[in-house]
């Protein structure tokens, strides 16, 4: 079958059943995007291994960040300072050696990255913490807008309890 004929089966397809007609221009602009997006998150997370900065830094001022599941952070954080407050400035008090992250992958289409990866350290007991996590993120002009976290909350909540954070 001829490519005109193929596109011409194809936009009959798509308007029949009511999907929006993907041209080469509108593939190449999510594409673009999809490469931007995950280029961004992949340098915060060498930033954060490197501990030259992290992926928070790209989260907009009024982004959302829900951890999942029962763990004691679990709830939805409004806003970059909540979430920094509540989670993030608490768990590196809680530390001796910071976290540093291995990325096992990074998925990307369009506004989201999926970020899979493991996080160490050292907590100020002397004992490690150790973790594997999977971020999703929707991202809008290089900032992330809103992230669901999964990780192990047994190995969370155990720290959590255990270590107090540093004044």
Same mark, same amino acid.
């Given at each position: 079958?001829?490519?005109?004929?193929?596109?011409?089966?194809?936009?009959?397809?798509?308007?029949?059943?009511?999907?929006?007609?993907?041209?080469? @221009?509108?593939?190449?602009?999510?594409?673009?995007?999809? @490469?931007?997006?995950?280029?961004?998150?992949? @340098?915060?997370?060498?930033?954060?291994?490197?501990?030259?900065?992290?992926?928070?830094? %790209?989260?907009?001022?009024?982004?959302?960040?829900? =951890?999942?599941? !029962?763990?004691?952070?679990?709830?939805?954080?409004?806003?970059?300072?909540?979430?920094?407050?509540?989670?993030?400035?608490?768990?590196?008090?809680?530390?001796? $050696?910071?976290?540093?992250?291995?990325?096992?992958? %990074?998925?990307?289409?369009?506004?989201?990255? =999926?970020?899979?990866?493991?996080?160490?350290?050292?907590?100020?007991?002397?004992?490690?913490?150790? !973790?594997?996590?999977?971020? =999703? %993120?929707?991202?809008?002009?290089?900032? =992330?807008?809103?992230?669901?976290?999964?990780? $192990?909350?047994?190995?969370?909540?155990?720290?959590?309890?255990?270590?107090?954070?540093?004044?």
């Amino acid at each position: 079958m001829r490519s005109s004929a193929l596109f011409g089966l194809a936009l009959a397809t798509a308007v029949a059943v009511g999907s929006p007609m993907v041209t080469p @221009q509108t593939a190449m602009a999510q594409t673009s995007e999809t @490469q931007r997006n995950r280029a961004a998150i992949a @340098q915060g997370m060498k930033a954060w291994a490197d501990g030259t900065g992290s992926p928070y830094d %790209l989260l907009d001022a009024d982004a959302r960040w829900t =951890i999942s599941g !029962n763990s004691l952070g679990s709830k939805t954080y409004e806003g970059k300072e909540a979430f920094m407050r509540e989670v993030i400035r608490p768990f590196n008090a809680r530390m001796r $050696d910071r976290l540093i992250p291995t990325v096992h992958r %990074l998925y990307a289409e369009g506004d989201t990255v =999926i970020a899979h990866f493991d996080a160490h350290g050292t907590a100020l007991d002397g004992k490690p913490y150790v !973790n594997s996590y999977a971020w =999703i %993120l929707r991202m809008e002009d290089g900032r =992330i807008v809103e992230a669901t976290a999964f990780f $192990d909350a047994i190995t969370f909540d155990d720290f959590w309890r255990r270590v107090q954070p540093r004044p």
